[in-house]
C-alpha cells in the first residue's frame, strides 16, 4: 500500500441498503476526512477525525456515520442510502497542512 | 467564518498562452491558502500551498500563486499553458497554519486548453 486506497472503485446501490466504504492509509498521518465531490458544488466535507478515537461533523454529515478505530483506518457508512447521496466520494489525510487523497469511490444510488 | 469564491467555472486558453484561475478568499483567521488539480477520473494532487512565508509561492508544472491580503485574493497563474493542464483546479482554504482543521474548497475551475 502506498498512500491512500478506497474501496470499492465504484457501486451501484439499491436505496434503503446499507453500504460502507473503506479507506486505509499507510502515512500514520493523525488527521483524515471524507468529502463528496458533485459537479458545480466542489467538494463538501462530510466527516473528519483529527486523531484515532475522534471524529467531527462537517458541512454535510447527515446520513453518513464514521469510526476511527486506528490511524490507518477510516471507513465511511451510509445507513440507508438515498439517491442524492450518489456522488463521488473522496478520502484524504493531512499532515503540514497537505492533504492527501486517495482516488476515489463513486457510488449510484438507484 | 471561511470561504472561498473561484471567480470563473470555465477556462479557455490556447496551447502556449499564459494562465490565470481567480480565487478569493474569507477568513477570520491568518489563512492557509492551496491549490489542487484533478485530472479526469482521478483524485486531486496538490499544486502549491500558502502558510504565511513568502507570498510568492511556486508550485509543481510552472504554476505559481500570490497572496495578496489587501485584495483577500490567491490567484493561480502560469506563463504558457501546456495541453496536460487541462483538469479541473480547486482553491481551498484553512483557517490555520496549524493543527489538522476543515479545509475549504471552492467550486471548482475547468481548465480548457485549445491546440
Not at chain 1, 30 to 41: P, T
Not at chain 1, 66 to 83: G, K
Not at chain 2, 30 to 38: A, E, G, H, I, M
Request: aromatic share 12%; with cysteine.
Amino acid at each position: 500500500i502506498a498512500g491512500i486506497t478506497q474501496a470499492p472503485t465504484s457501486q451501484i446501490l439499491a436505496a434503503g441498503r446499507r453500504m460502507t466504504l473503506r479507506c486505509t492509509q499507510d502515512m500514520r498521518h493523525n488527521a483524515m476526512y471524507w468529502y463528496r465531490q458533485d459537479l458545480g458544488l466542489g467538494l463538501r466535507l462530510i466527516h473528519y477525525s483529527n486523531t484515532a478515537g475522534t471524529t467531527g461533523k462537517g458541512e454535510v454529515p447527515d446520513g453518513y456515520s464514521v469510526s476511527r478505530a486506528n490511524t490507518d483506518d477510516f471507513p465511511l457508512t451510509l445507513a440507508s442510502a438515498v439517491p442524492s447521496q450518489t456522488s463521488v466520494y473522496f478520502c484524504a489525510s493531512s499532515v503540514y497542512y497537505e492533504q492527501y487523497f486517495g482516488p476515489g469511490t463513486r457510488l449510484t444510488v438507484t | 467564518a471561511q470561504s472561498v469564491t473561484q471567480l470563473d467555472s470555465h477556462v479557455s486558453v490556447s496551447e502556449g498562452t499564459p494562465v490565470l484561475l481567480r480565487c478569493n478568499y474569507s477568513s477570520s483567521y491568518s489563512p492557509s491558502l492551496f491549490w489542487y488539480v484533478q485530472h479526469p477520473n482521478k483524485g486531486l494532487q496538490l499544486l502549491l500551498k500558502y502558510t504565511s512565508a513568502a507570498t510568492l509561492v511556486k508550485g509543481i508544472n510552472g504554476f505559481e500563486a500570490e497572496f495578496k491580503k489587501s485584495e483577500t485574493s490567491f490567484h493561480l497563474t502560469k506563463p504558457s499553458a501546456h495541453m496536460s493542464d487541462a483538469a479541473e483546479y480547486f482553491c481551498v482554504v484553512s483557517p490555520t497554519t496549524s493543527g489538522t482543521y476543515k479545509y475549504i474548497f471552492g467550486t471548482g475551475t475547468r481548465l480548457k486548453v485549445l491546440a
